[in-house]
């Protein structure tokens, strides 16, 4: 009993947290920003914030690097072309699973 | 075919009562004619009908651009619900958490502690340090919504800002409408939870290889968004590199690479954006356009 109370707790607390800082920047500012330094700020974040936890996470994000860098590679040649958020995420996975597939042949004929 | 809108303008146009009345004054004006109101009260049906198909549109558009989310959330949303119930919570408590705080990071890192029973001011610290980045994304979104969205509608908006809808939010072009963003955060929420269901109740239904294959597909989309605005503008380009490079100096710089990653992404998206925000500060206009 006390272990589901503090558990609530505790997701209460995390939910809370969270919510509060995802909630209060939104609601509170409402006006438009003029200023032209705070406008090219908030229009760098978006794209800062993706790159930063791209790279160097996306390494890791598949059971091997080499995989990993194989399906970079093809998200990246297929985004440079401009195609579709959809069809770059699925070729990407595409890409990773066909290389899990042929690494541990390669391995035995190396 | 006709539109809606078309027809309620016919409508208005040949409605029988409008005639009989026309015929019946023979052109002559009578005090105030009854068909005024009908007239006033199709019209006002038309603009409501073409407001309704605003709204459809505007959300179908939404569905369309969150499902690829909703895709990447769900095999994110499995692997969280294995590590849940491999940590020791159970397959109700792991839903709830993801249904209640519906961010990666700062879940991974709540399930040791709830599962541990670690202090709630931890808890609050970890929580506050990891999703701090999203006071950020608010503010950047903030600028995003149209003027019109209501502030019970950015409350429930808010509630679902994660990297992707932020992401995806931010990449296109305008400003964004409710209807928009409850289309676009719908089926990542049910993706996110559902996906935590799954993952918590049959860990190892899927085989390894396609959960491994499909780990890659929340980069791939963040590529998707980040590459094509790199390839427009040099400065978004240098901006990027930028803060990747400094990323990586905190994550492989042995005394760096201690500091927190919520910090880290803060610190680097911060720091990179106000360089290049002073170095080649975007056109007027284009914020809101590009």
């Known amino acids: 009993m006390t272990d589901l109370l503090s558990f609530f707790a505790g997701l209460l607390v995390c939910a809370g947290v969270t919510y509060l800082i995802r909630a209060l920047p939104l609601v509170l500012v409402k006006h438009r920003i003029r200023n032209r330094f705070l406008c090219s700020f908030l229009y760098y974040v978006p794209y800062t914030v993706l790159g930063v936890m791209t790279v160097p996470a996306v390494f890791g994000a598949t059971s091997s690097v080499v995989s990993a860098v194989v399906g970079f590679a093809v998200a990246c040649l297929l985004s440079y072309w401009e195609k579709g958020l959809l069809t ?3 070729a990407a996975c ?5 290389t899990e597939l042929l690494l541990p042949l390669l391995s035995v004929t190396v | 075919m006709l539109t809606r809108i078309q027809r309620a303008r016919k409508h208005c146009r040949n409605n029988p009562q409008q005639k ?9 004006r009578t005090s105030v004619p009854e068909t005024f109101y009908h007239r006033r009260a199709v019209c006002q049906r038309s603009l409501r009908l073409y407001a309704m198909d605003d709204t459809r549109t505007s959300f179908l558009r939404g569905l369309h651009d969150g499902f690829p989310i909703c895709l990447g959330y769900f095999s ?6 294995i590590f849940a119930v491999s940590s020791g919570l159970d397959v ?4 709830l958490i993801s249904m209640a705080n519906t961010t990666s990071a700062g879940q991974m890192a709540a399930v040791p502690l709830l599962a541990g029973g670690g202090s709630l001011l931890e808890l609050g610290l970890t929580q506050l340090v990891i999703n701090l980045r999203y006071s950020l994304m608010s503010v950047s979104l903030s600028q ?7 502030l019970c509608d950015r409350f429930v908006v808010a509630f679902v800002n994660t990297d992707e809808v932020f992401a995806v939010a931010s990449s296109r072009p305008g400003t964004l409408t409710a209807p928009y963003m409850y289309g676009l955060i719908l089926t990542p929420y049910v993706g996110w939870s559902f996906g935590t269901l799954i993952g918590a ?3 190892n239904i899927l085989p390894a290889a396609l959960v491994s294959a499909l780990g890659i597909a929340i980069y791939g989309m963040f590529l998707a968004i980040v590459i094509p605005a790199a390839k427009q503008s040099r400065a978004t380009l240098f901006c990027v590199l930028f803060a990747v490079g400094l990323g990586c100096m905190f994550r492989y710089v042995p005394v760096l690479a201690q500091v927190s990653e919520g910090f880290v992404m803060i610190l680097c998206a911060v720091v990179a954006s106000a360089v290049f925000a002073l170095l080649a500060p975007v056109p007027e206009g284009e914020v809101t356009d590009s």
Request: aromatic share 8%; proline share 3%.
């Open chain 1, 94 to 98: 595409i890409a990773v699973f066909c």
């Open chain 2, 201 to 203: 109740l049959a860990g």
């Open chain 2, 20 to 28: 009989q009345e026309k015929l019946r004054t023979k052109g002559r």
């Open chain 2, 144 to 150: 995003k919504l149209d003027p019109a969205v209501r």
């Open chain 2, 92 to 95: 109700m408590q792991a839903v």
């Open chain 2, 76 to 81: 994110v949303a499995f692997a969280f619900g």
């Open chain 1, 88 to 90: 770059v995420a699925a």
